[in-house]
């Protein structure tokens, strides 16, 4: 009897054993279950918040840029500083007190518009009545550049909005956060066309061919396009960029049909900006990727160089017809100009006065105009100017202490370097191998000036002609100043007939046209290198250039990385 209990007391602590062990093994099982589940659930969560972030992303670029654009508009902005008050610049705290106000009535359109589709979007330290997390970091609004105002047109001014978007994924019991730092940056003032580093309406050439900013173009300094902008390769584009994404443009640069924002690259052809992922802050699809500088911003419309009218200007010398040739270069500090038409003429600055070589004297010929101190030289040509050159072999067509301003109805071909005998840059950069090198313009006490305008037609780089003397013969030529065609372009003429393939044209100042000219291409013509001048931006070389828009010049999306909330 004694062994029967100890043999069932056996069994039975074995089947309690059993039991517990299959007990431990189910719960076990079931755990690894519910973290199995639990992980498919935070990776499925993880999925929903990439793609919620994206979608959020392009509201960001899109439509709520367009908030920002319309409540900036609605803003009175054209004071000494737009925003804030100080001396060479705004003070950072009233800066933040003047923007209070644009702040919250942000804060009121991000939380109609963009609460019920499930984001927040923080101007302030509250969106859809959720606290920012105190940890996450929301800087205040600052001032970024720009100048004092007093008088004239309103130079531009850039400004600084920070935000932090929120978005997140939920799947079952899983949830997944994540808080993105940014800023909306915007640019304030007047667009006159000596602000923009290139000025452009319609990319598309003669042929119908969209022009593509590639990787031969250096461009440092604020470029437009009014039309639709192209890239390829890795063009360097430092400054702000600009579109009016249009479809495309009447004789008057004014949009014909509806513009719908988006750029075109190589390897994709046209792409809506509802569709530039990952980085719509920073544009980059198939290998086309510009190296980005100030921001862009497809979706500003409203500014042509096609209606550019000089009005008020007046010439010191006036052609009645043609110019063979018309030839700069300082000489022993002062100004010389010839001009054959077709016989040839000497000229030159003394003073505030032109004089005209009449051998072996030199006589008072007119009173010249000033720019405060500068003295202005003013040539116009009523019809073409078969030569515009310098009139040394060293391409150094402007002295230091003179404006000089060429202004002809119909085309002009340049056939030689044409420099500054002081210039503003002491090192024009450019590519090298694959390094960007920036320019450094730290000589702005420089006071030359050279602006060149064709009326009506365009301004070309004398190549592949018979004529030697029409072709411009040097690999790297430099031309300083601003060169304006508003109803044509400016570029290499004869491109694709026989010759030599030249290195870069080196250009210090401003480019604004209303149609796009190839420099260059594999077998001819030259690589450009546009440098900004930075004295342009309060000075134009041209002082009756008109105001072609004013208020919102550019409202740019910055995107910086995310935080983390506790």
Sequence with gaps: MRRDGYALLMVLGLALTVGLAAALMSVRMAQEADQSRLEAEKALAQVQLDGRHNELLLRLAGAFREEVRGLLEAQNTRGRFAFGSGG????????????SSLRQALQTRADALLCPQGFRLYFERTACGQPLPDNVRLPDPGYVSGAPRSGGALSVQRYRLPFVAYAQGERGEARQERYLLGAYEFDLGDALPSRYAMLLDNAYDARGNLHLFDGGVVLEGRLHVAGLLGVRDNPWLAGAVTSGSCPALGVDGSCVGDPTPGMA??????????????????????????VWGDGV???MSGLSVSGLN????????????????VALWSQGGGQYLRVCAPGC???????????RETPPFWRPEVRLPTDGTLPRLGLEVQGQIRRLKAGNAFGIAVADGVSVEIVAWDGIRITSSLAYENSPCTFVGGRSGDQ??????NNLGATGRLAVLSRGGDIRLGYGNGDPSLNLAEDNPRLHGHFLAPKGSIGTENLGAS???RGTVFLLGALAMGRWQDWGNDQSGWNLSLTYDPRLAERPALVEEPTLKSGVLGVYLRLEGEQQAD
Excluded: H, I, K
């Design 345 to 355: 003429t000497n000229y030159r600055v003394r003073g505030n006065t032109l004089e």
């Design 310 to 325: 000089l009005s008020g200007w007046s010439p010191a010398l006036s052609v009645n017809g043609d110019a063979d040739e």
């Design 88 to 99: 060479s610049a705004p003070d950072q705290s009233s800066v933040s007190t003047a923007m």
């Design 436 to 441: 960007l090198v920036p320019s450094r313009c």
């Design 499 to 501: 010759g030599t393939r």
């Design 297 to 299: 911003d497809l979706r």
């Design 265 to 290: 690259f190589f390897s994709q052809g046209f792409v809506p900006q509802s569709a530039l992922l990952p980085a719509p802050d920073r544009p980059c699809l198939g290998g086309d990727c510009p």
